[in-house]
Nanobody, 123 residues
Framework: VQLQASGGGLVQAGGSLRLSCVASGNIRSITSTEWHRQAPGKERKLVADINRGGSTSYEDSVKGRFTISRDNAKNTVYLQMYGLKPEDTAVYYC??????????????????WGKGTQVTVSS
């Protein structure tokens, strides 16, 4: 599975952006997709995720401001961000978890990262 993230940019506080994560390859093996972010000098953190069934979850600081969604026809997961704050400034990454089976029927799990996209929120 390959992931391509895009949509980052520079925005003023209170503004909005929509990030996209396009998947290619063995799409059917994807069980969930996540958005993470990493601010300068800080660890990478999970922001939001969506599973195959469409259930979503969010990190507390983005609840009510960010929405993760999926367009299966486009193999794309979005992160719509509203009410952006300077503390949302970070490089945003998408990650996909996959489940597949070997020729002998053994399950194999894996995770794939896309390259990041920079989000900068000015005050």
């Amino acid at each position: 599975v390959q992931l391509q993230a895009s949509g980052g940019g520079l925005v003023q506080a209170g503004g909005s952006l929509r990030l996209s994560c396009v998947a290619s390859g063995n799409i059917r093996s994807i069980t969930s997709t996540e958005w993470h972010r990493q601010a300068p000098g800080k660890e990478r953190k999970l922001v939001a995720d969506i599973n195959r069934g469409g259930s979503t979850s969010y990190e507390d600081s983005v609840k009510g401001r960010f929405t993760i969604s999926r367009d299966n026809a486009k193999n794309t997961v979005y992160l719509q961000m509203y009410g952006l704050k300077p503390e949302d400034t970070a490089v945003y990454y998408c990650r996909a978890h996959t489940l597949s089976y070997t020729s002998s029927g053994e399950p194999e799990v894996a995770a794939y990262w896309g390259k990041g996209t920079q989000v900068t929120v000015s005050s």
